[in-house]
Nanobody, 123 residues
Framework: VQLQASGGGLVQAGGSLRLSCAASGGTFGSYTMGWFRQAPGKEREFVAA???????YRADSVKGRFTISRDNAKNTVYLQTNSLKPEDTAVYYC??????????????????WGQGTLVTVSS
C-alpha cells in the first residue's frame, strides 16, 4: 500500500487547509485511515481516524475544528482543518490500519504511512 499526502502549506492563524491522502496498491475500503502529526522535538500524535464503516475518532485538541472524511471511490481520505492555531504546526501523516482491534489512536497499530505534508500556522 502506498500513501501520498498533500495539501499542506503556510496559513495564518484562524485559516483553513484541506489535506488529502491518496492510496494505491491495496483495498482502501477495508482500512481504517488515520491522520497523525509530529511537531519538531515532539512525538507523533494522533489527530483523527475514520473506520471502514465510517465511524470517526478525533483527538480532543482538534474536536470542533478538524473533520476527517473518506471517498472510497477515489481511494482518498481527507482532513479538513479549520480555525488553525500556531500549535497545529507540524508534519501531518496519513496512515492505514489493516487490523480490527486495538486503539485507533495508537501509532503502532498502523502498518502503512505516507511521507507527510507540512502545515505551518503563523500567528
Amino acid at each position: 500500500v502506498q500513501l501520498q499526502a498533500s495539501g499542506g502549506g503556510l496559513v495564518q492563524a484562524g485559516g483553513s487547509l484541506r489535506l488529502s491522502c491518496a492510496a494505491s496498491g491495496g483495498t482502501f475500503g477495508s482500512y481504517t485511515m488515520g491522520w497523525f502529526r509530529q511537531a519538531p522535538g515532539k512525538e507523533r500524535e494522533f489527530v483523527a481516524a475514520i473506520t471502514r464503516s465510517g465511524s470517526v475518532y478525533r483527538a480532543d485538541s482538534v474536536k470542533g475544528r478538524f473533520t476527517i472524511s473518506r471517498d472510497n471511490a477515489k481511494n482518498t481520505v481527507y482532513l479538513q482543518t479549520n480555525s488553525l492555531k500556531p500549535e497545529d504546526t507540524a508534519v501531518y501523516y496519513c496512515a492505514a490500519r489493516t487490523v480490527y482491534s486495538g486503539s485507533v489512536g495508537s501509532v503502532s497499530n498502523y502498518a502503512y504511512w505516507g511521507q507527510g505534508t507540512l502545515v505551518t500556522v503563523s500567528s
